[in-house]
């Protein structure tokens, strides 16, 4: 039994050790400088700079159809935010009238409450 137990012991320290060893590469690796400097190659050598590199190609080759892509982009997000505002603001405003302004099809009829019934609790005879 004594012998079991110091392999269990020995075992334990071993993956104790282990398991900081990962940790610490962990902490490393997830470090935020780490992280920066990641993205920084990523972004130098990877495909977002090749992307880069041949839409500045293009913007030099042929200005005309990258500024007509350029306004459409720029007509299409003053347009959707236009259309959001205008939407959120027809909503917001409560609509108010008379009955004959609003139209019937709106106003519900709410019928008063029944009259408030009594009930008795009768015993039963068994």
Same mark, same amino acid.
Request: aromatic letters at 4%; charged letters at 30%; hydrophobic letters at 40%.
């Given at each position: 039994?004594?012998?079991?137990?110091?392999?269990?012991?020995?075992?334990?320290?071993?993956?104790?050790?282990?398991?900081?060893?990962?940790?610490?590469?962990?902490? &490393?690796?997830?470090?935020?400088?780490?992280?920066?400097?990641? +993205?920084?190659? &990523?972004?130098?050598?990877?495909?977002?700079?090749?992307?880069?590199?041949? +839409?500045?190609?293009?913007?030099?080759?042929?200005?005309?159809?990258?500024?007509?892509?350029?306004?459409?982009?720029?007509?299409?997000?003053?347009?959707?935010?236009?259309?959001?505002?205008?939407?959120?603001?027809?909503?917001?405003?409560?609509?108010?009238?008379?009955?004959?302004?609003?139209?019937?099809?709106?106003?519900?009829?709410?019928?008063?409450?029944?009259?408030?019934?009594?009930?008795? +609790?009768?015993?039963?005879?068994?």
């Amino acid at each position: 039994m004594g012998r079991q137990s110091e392999q269990l012991e020995r075992e334990t320290e071993r993956i104790r050790s282990e398991l900081a060893g990962s940790l610490a590469e962990l902490r &490393y690796r997830v470090a935020p400088g780490q992280i920066v400097d990641q +993205l920084t190659e &990523y972004m130098r050598e990877g495909p977002a700079a090749e992307f880069l590199r041949n +839409l500045a190609r293009e913007v030099r080759e042929k200005p005309m159809p990258v500024l007509v892509i350029m306004i459409g982009v720029a007509w299409l997000a003053i347009a959707t935010s236009l259309s959001r505002r205008t939407v959120s603001g027809s909503i917001s405003e409560p609509r108010t009238g008379s009955v004959d302004e609003i139209g019937v099809d709106v106003v519900t009829r709410a019928e008063p409450p029944p009259k408030e019934r009594s009930f008795a +609790l009768h015993a039963v005879d068994e």
